[in-house]
């Protein structure tokens, strides 16, 4: 009843393999390969030497990554305290400005360093250096103020519904260093609109 004919089985001609649509590219691992890669991947070190060994070459890869993202500002490998596109900006918009703070530490080096060698001889120069010390502390101080509430203004225009929370210091802190040894390398020039 439903036996096919004879005929029916002669006429149907098989269908030709075509090319495999897709695939992985590769052929697929025999077992043993597999339980290989996997124990591998699973192996636990055989004593403390061995795990302090394996311990220091991943803190070693995570150093470079860390390092390499200093110098290209990326920001996935960046520590913690400089992540994110709001400390970015911050970054960013320290680099792009003049500040008094960039300075503020050889010129009071060089102040003081004259007023110890040269007041023995004259006695009004340690006036003179006192004076050039309030006169830089001033300064830093209306820096301060200016940076922050330049920064914070900015951030709350390009970043409405983030927080600015220790955005300030995170900003003087860097500002208080020269700029050639600041970490995150700087990305933009003086005076460049920070994006």
Do not use: C, H
Request: no cysteine.
């Amino acid at each position: 009843m439903f036996r096919r004919t004879k005929s029916e089985t002669d006429t149907t001609v098989p269908a030709e393999p075509q090319g495999k649509v897709g695939g992985k590219g590769r052929p697929t691992p025999s077992r043993k390969e597999a339980e290989a890669a996997r124990k591998a991947a699973f192996k636990k070190p055989r004593n403390r030497k061995e795990a302090s060994a394996i311990r220091r070459d991943k803190v070693r890869t995570e150093r470079a990554k860390m390092q390499a993202a200093m110098q290209t500002g990326d920001d996935r490998y960046l520590p913690a305290a400089d992540k994110g596109p709001v400390r970015r900006f911050a970054r960013d918009y320290v680099d792009a400005r003049y500040s008094v703070m960039e300075f503020a530490l050889p010129v009071l080096l060089v102040v003081s360093l004259v007023g110890v060698v040269f007041s023995p001889q004259f006695p009004w120069l340690a006036g003179m250096v006192n004076l050039l010390f309030l006169f830089m502390i001033l300064l830093i101080a209306a820096d301060w103020f200016l940076l922050t509430s330049g920064l914070k203004k900015q951030v709350a225009i390009k970043f409405p519904n983030e927080s600015a929370k220790g955005l300030g210091f995170y900003a003087v802190r860097r500002t208080m260093q020269m700029r050639r040894w600041r970490l995150p390398k700087p990305m933009v020039k003086r005076g460049e609109k920070p994006s």
